[in-house]
């Protein structure tokens, strides 16, 4: 909660009532028992001021939004939880780097006997700040640098930069983020990027030059996302040995799209969460329309980077990254239409071992996972469609530990057993542990829960995907590291 000081309206006596000397002599005097003092959670107040103290470039008006409530208070207790409230406010606006609450009775000559001033003592962030690191990925080394801008006007925007140099590829992008005052999940933001990605299921480079904007809201207990694009892509093969299917799709083109995304989650918890659910759902408005199924308008036929994508652990544990579906001479070419759920399950490690300690870290993991991906004939309807994707499901299941890695983090290791294989689908075979169709799998998943730019590679975009107390990690880009012939694991990056 921070640090909240509070002082009672009236202060308590030092000691008490005076008896005298109590000699021999001494005559028995009946001590009138005094009043008992007022219980303060009770008691009514009034808010008569609030104060800040450290502000410097912020504006007052985005400051009297997110405190508003505190004079709305009754009594003591409602004082101390508005004021704590206010302060989570003022923290998520992510302009100050510390807040500490006051609540003291009032002075001066306008004081009232129940009046109080409530006292905020904050720290903002600095105008610029910066950041260093590198990553290892893609049989790539690269190294990234950002820079941010927070606060920038006063009104809690930002801008970020951030410019990545690899040995293969070189990325940036610039993005602003305003909020609207008073109501922090409605904002608005602007990108400018460039990004470059690898996808060695399909023996496909991608490079996108692009802009972007996105208007974020809440509606209810669901929140929307609607995003407007414009992405100039190049496309080009990635090996010598890449399909005369993906060669054809090589070249530039410029795709314009409009989406909307709606995200129910009432998790506790984005790494291991032990109640709650989580539902999102993704619509694509451009050349073609996606809804879990990719349509194209007019005679040309959907391109390569445009279709869904299915296999791996962000959907069917087992299978290998992107490697179910379609597929010309071992370059997997994605399909126009598809569905992915699961169920997982989180218990506690059997006989408790370290309980109370490192133990709890540890959690055994049970799943189910299931999808299918294909290719449609549009002339044959919606009936036809939907039997198309009930033929021929990939399915998996398996058990495995999960160690919790603080907020940010959790690592899976996972036996699986995949089952529905069909011809040409690519399962996570290791020679030295693989026994029929059983699988072992492993990988981390690295949640973050900042707005910042992301500059590993292409989103992949999940219509609908209904998941108890699990994050699957939709329209989240993706990294893909090979250890060697017998190790893999995935990173996922996303909200």
């Not at 023996?203 to 996108?208: I, K, P, V, Y």
Request: hydrophobic share 40%; glycine share 10%; proline share 5%.
């Amino acid at each position: 909660m921070g640090t909240v000081h509070a002082r009672s309206l009236e202060p308590l006596p030092m000691a008490g009532p005076d008896f005298g000397a109590l000699g021999e002599e001494a005559e028995l005097v009946e001590v009138e028992p005094e009043s008992k003092q007022e219980i303060l959670e009770n008691k009514d107040v009034v808010v008569q001021h609030v104060h800040f103290e450290g502000l410097g470039r912020t504006k007052d008006d985005i400051i009297m939004y997110e405190i508003c409530d505190v004079f709305k208070a009754k009594n003591l207790i409602d004082v101390m939880r508005k004021s704590h409230e206010a302060r989570e406010k003022l923290l998520r606006l992510g302009i100050f780097r510390q807040v500490d609450v006051l609540i003291d009775t009032c002075q001066g000559d306008d004081a009232l006997p129940n009046g109080l001033d409530v006292t905020f003592e904050v720290t903002e962030l600095r105008r610029l700040t910066g950041s260093y690191n590198t990553m290892v990925g893609n049989n790539e080394g690269s190294m990234v640098l950002g820079l941010k801008f927070p606060n920038l006007l006063g009104r809690a925007e930002k801008v970020t930069f951030q410019f990545s140099y690899g040995t293969k590829e070189t990325s940036y992008g610039l993005s602003f983020f305003k909020p609207r005052p008073g109501n922090f999940e409605k904002n608005f933001s602007a990108n400018v990027y460039k990004v470059t990605g690898q996808f060695p299921w399909s023996s496909l480079r991608e490079t996108d030059r692009g802009i972007s904007t996105e208007y974020n809201f809440p509606i209810w207990k669901t929140n929307h996302t609607v995003k407007w694009e414009v992405v100039w892509r190049e496309l080009g093969c990635l090996a010598r040995t890449a399909s005369f299917s993906v060669r054809e799709e090589s070249g530039h083109s410029l795709k314009s799209s409009l989406s909307h995304a709606m995200v129910i989650d009432s998790r506790n918890s984005t790494i291991l969460p032990k109640r709650g659910a989580l539902l999102k759902i993704n619509q694509v408005v451009s050349a073609s329309l996606w809804g879990g199924m990719l349509v194209p308008i007019g005679d040309k036929p959907s391109s390569i980077a445009d279709r869904f994508y299915l296999g791996g652990p962000t959907s069917v544990r087992g299978f290998s990254m992107y490697s179910i579906g379609p597929q010309s001479e071992g370059d997997y070419l994605g399909g126009e239409a598809y569905w992915a759920g699961g169920l997982h399950l989180y218990t506690p490690l059997p006989f408790r071992p370290g309980r109370g300690g490192f133990g709890d870290l540890f959690r055994t993991h049970f799943f189910l996972n299931a999808g299918n991906l294909c290719n449609l004939n549009y002339g044959d309807g919606p009936r036809a469609h939907l039997q198309r994707l009930a033929e021929c499901i990939r399915w998996s299941y398996g058990l495995g530990i999960v160690l919790r890695l603080g907020n940010i983090a959790r690592l899976e290791l996972n036996y699986c057993f995949p089952m529905g294989v069909q011809p040409g689908d690519r399962l996570v075979c290791y020679t030295s542990f693989c026994r029929g169709s059983c699988t072992p799998d492993l990988w981390v998943c690295l949640v973050h829960t900042n707005r910042d730019i992301l500059l590993l590679s292409q989103p992949v975009l999940f219509t609908l995907v209904a998941q108890l107390g699990e994050d699957f990690a939709l329209q989240v880009p993706q990294l893909l590291i090979c250890a060697n012939s017998c190790a893999a694991a995935s990173f996922l990056v996303g909200k």
